[in-house]
């Protein structure tokens, strides 16, 4: 069952710009993962961030996310070609550690140089 | 740092045969979970393994099963495929009492 809302579904940038995703989720969370996976490949994880967090960062992305609207949205700072993949929003449920993730739609980022 | 192994890369079945997938954690992760993505989805979880048990089930077909054995490797095994099988299948694992998943490169499974 689909878990998260990604928004939007697609996304078109100029190179050195900043892309912003963001992504609902319907029930109580334990933390919400981001990903990318480029065409077809293997899941790269991003960032992990907590329901207790509000904020994160990791380089040049930024994570936020808000429990009572249940969304987060991850900012991707002056973008490169190389982020061109999909994006991916995954929920792990409240409870103990090791759960399974709960992914949402992907969004699809490309970057033009 | 090494990653999480899946064999074989690819694969491509006739309908009604059976595959088996295998996957390789993380050393030191001690959970492995199974992932299919159709194409243009998203990932669904289908099974997990903590210490060689089975913690937790998906919407995983009767027709697959899965075990972990004692070096912590994990097989999932698929027997009567069908059209509908054709997807990405992604092995993950995870450090114990962890919440990030580190993900393989995937199986992409074909049947014909």
């Known amino acids: 069952s689909q878990q998260g809302e990604e928004d939007p579904q697609a996304l078109s940038i100029q190179e050195g710009e900043n892309a912003t995703m963001n992504c609902s989720y319907k029930?109580?969370?334990?933390?919400l993962q981001w990903y990318r996976q480029n065409s077809g490949r293997g899941l790269v994880h991003l960032i992990l961030?907590?329901?207790?967090?509000r904020e994160k960062h990791s380089g040049r992305l930024r994570v936020t996310l808000d429990t009572s609207k249940k969304s987060s949205s991850l900012l991707i700072t002056a973008s490169r070609a190389a982020d061109t993949a999909s994006y991916f929003c995954?929920?792990?449920?409240?409870?103990?550690?090791?759960?399974?993730?709960?992914f949402g739609k992907g969004i699809t980022l490309s970057v033009r140089p | 740092a090494a990653g999480v192994i899946q064999s074989p890369r690819h694969l491509i079945k006739e309908k009604r045969e059976t595959a088996t997938l295998k996957c390789y954690p993380i050393?030191?992760?001690?959970?492995v979970y199974w992932y299919q993505q159709g194409p243009g989805q998203d990932p669904q979880f289908l099974i997990s393994?903590?210490?060689?048990?089975?913690?937790d089930k998906g919407s995983i077909p009767d027709r697959f099963s899965a075990q972990q054995f004692s070096d912590y490797h994990s097989e999932l095994n698929m027997s009567s495929l069908e059209l509908g099988d054709s997807a990405l299948y992604f092995c993950?694992?995870?450090?114990?009492?962890?919440?990030?998943?580190?993900f393989g490169p995937g199986t992409r499974l074909t049947v014909l």
């Open positions: 029930t109580s969370i334990n933390n």
């Open positions: 050393p030191r992760h001690d959970t």
């Open positions: 993950a694992s995870s450090l114990p009492q962890t919440d990030e998943q580190f």
């Open positions: 995954a929920t792990g449920p409240v409870g103990g550690a090791n759960s399974k993730l709960t």
């Open positions: 393994f903590y210490e060689k048990m089975q913690s």
């Open positions: 961030i907590r329901s207790n967090e």
